[in-house]
Structures are given as structure tokens and as C-alpha cells.
Nanobody
Framework: QVQLVESGGGLVQAGGSLRLSCAAS????????MGWFRQAPGEDRFIVAA????????WYSVSARGRFIISRDNAKNTMYLQMNSLKPEDTAVYYC?????????????????WGQGTQVTVSS
């Protein structure tokens, strides 16, 4: 079993930066691929970025590419999402998720564990 806790959300002005963290507990976390998802009010949840267990593979949505960086530190059981050049349309609840496979995937149903989410609000 893996428990995930996100932190680092908050209110930021457009153009600013935030770094989200996802702390995981569970002795097998290091074997799992991870992802960041987001859900804006009234919209479906969708994937923003994903990373393989070894960090050798990453994936970004079109909206995140070039502005966000996903990374992980397996020794610290923590995953990060560095978000730069934030826009009002990035406003959403951000969730981290883990899947019991080392390879990354972009499909939400492939993820087995979810955090409770952290709110990111970008003002114009």
C-alpha cells in the first residue's frame, strides 16, 4: 500500500512559479511510476506530466511542455512538479498518483494510488 500527500500549492500571480511535492509512504514506492494530474472546476481530471520509476522517461501534456518539470527523488520518497510561467488557466487542484509498474503511462485508469490534491490558483 502507498499513501501520497501533496503539498506546495497556493496562490500565485501569472508568470510566477510554484513547486509541488508529493511525499509517498510505503516501502515499495521506489518501484512505481508516478504522475501529476489536475482538475479545474467543472472539468475532467487529466494528466499533466508523468515519470518512470528510474526517471529515464518523462512525459508532458502540451500545456505543460516547456513550462513544467517533473522529477523524483527515490531516496526521499518524493516527487516534484516545478511549474514556471504560470497562467490563469493552470488554476486547478493538482493530484499526484502512482502506478504499480515502473513504466510511465498517461491513462488515468492505469494509476492505483492517489493523493488528496493541492489547490493551485493563478491570478491574472
Amino acid at each position: 500500500q502507498v499513501q501520497l500527500v501533496e503539498s506546495g500549492g497556493g496562490l500565485v500571480q501569472a508568470g510566477g512559479s510554484l513547486r509541488l511535492s508529493c511525499a509517498a509512504s510505503g516501502r515499495t514506492w521506489g518501484n512505481y511510476a508516478m504522475g501529476w494530474f489536475r482538475q479545474a472546476p467543472g472539468e475532467d481530471r487529466f494528466i499533466v506530466a508523468a515519470i518512470s520509476q528510474s526517471s529515464d522517461s518523462t512525459w508532458y501534456s502540451v500545456s505543460a511542455r516547456g513550462r513544467f518539470i517533473i522529477s523524483r527523488d527515490n531516496a526521499k520518497n518524493t516527487m516534484y512538479l516545478q511549474m514556471n510561467s504560470l497562467k490563469p488557466e493552470d488554476t486547478a487542484v493538482y493530484y499526484c498518483a502512482a502506478r504499480r509498474v515502473s513504466e510511465l503511462d498517461v491513462r488515468e485508469y492505469q494509476y492505483d494510488y492517489w493523493g488528496q490534491g493541492t489547490q493551485v490558483t493563478v491570478s491574472s
